[in-house]
């Protein structure tokens, strides 16, 4: 599984309404807060082409910037690098299965 970092802030609610989603979503995500880490805020500046943008997500060796903060866009990423399980096929509930008896 690939590692989740978020590079963010206290006062950013962009960075709250994230944090609260991740946590509800079971995420496990380390935080590094640019105001008190200089060189978390080095990485958010170099990937955001010299823009201080939160929050800003490292999903492996991929950088995400969700500001504003869209939790379909955060989903689909951490899906894609299989932080998160696909979703179910549509008409199939938790627990059912795609195979036949």
Not at 45 to 67: A, D, H, K, W, Y
Request: aromatic share 8%.
């Amino acid at each position: 599984m690939a590692l989740v970092v978020m590079y963010g802030t206290l006062w950013c609610p962009d960075c709250y309404r994230a944090r609260r989603w991740l946590q509800r979503a079971g995420v496990k995500f380390v935080e590094i807060n640019i105001d008190w880490d200089t060189h978390g805020e080095a990485v958010v500046l170099r990937v955001n082409g010299g823009r201080r943008t939160t929050p800003t997500f490292q999903i492996g060796e991929r950088f995400l910037t969700v500001s504003p903060f869209n939790p379909e866009v955060l989903e689909e990423a951490l899906r894609a690098a299989s932080v998160l399980p696909a979703p179910a096929p549509a008409g199939l509930q938790s627990g059912d299965s795609a195979v036949g008896p």
